[in-house]
């Protein structure tokens, strides 16, 4: 058992957790007090599973994607095209 157990043990136990005990048992009844309990466990156990699944999600690398490989320019295409106000290389002066 942890250090932390036995003063928040002492802390849930004093005046203000008797008197909200009480006012539960009176409320709820003694028999729906387990299924109450229990209801409540499952419902923070639920939620810190949805939690540890989120932060995982979060936190997991992304999956690697292989290097593309570089495209290759046709020669051909590369000597006739030419920039916009120049003269290509296939072009003869007159």
Same mark, same amino acid.
Request: proline fraction near 10%; hydrophobic fraction near 45%; aromatic fraction near 6%.
């Given at each position: @058992? !942890? *250090? ?5 043990? /002492?802390?849930? &136990? +004093?005046? $203000? +957790?008797?008197? =909200? &005990? !009480? ?6 009844? /003694? ?7 229990? +209801? @409540?466990?499952?419902? =923070?156990?639920?939620? !810190?599973?949805?939690?540890?699944? =989120? ?12 290097? $593309?490989?570089?495209?290759? =320019?046709? /020669?051909?295409? /590369?000597? *006739?095209?030419?920039?916009? +106000? *120049?003269?290509?290389?296939?072009? *003869?002066?007159?």
């Amino acid at each position: @058992m !942890s *250090t932390l157990f036995f003063p928040t043990l /002492a802390n849930m &136990f +004093g005046p $203000q +957790g008797l008197m =909200i &005990f !009480s006012i539960l048992l009176l409320l709820f009844g /003694a028999k729906k007090l387990p299924e109450l309990a229990r +209801g @409540m466990g499952l419902a =923070i156990k639920e939620f !810190s599973k949805a939690k540890n699944d =989120i932060q995982d999600e979060i936190l997991r690398d992304p999956p690697a994607q292989p290097p $593309q490989a570089p495209k290759q =320019i046709d /020669a051909e295409v /590369a000597k *006739t095209e030419a920039p916009a +106000g *120049t003269k290509s290389q296939n072009e *003869t002066h007159v």
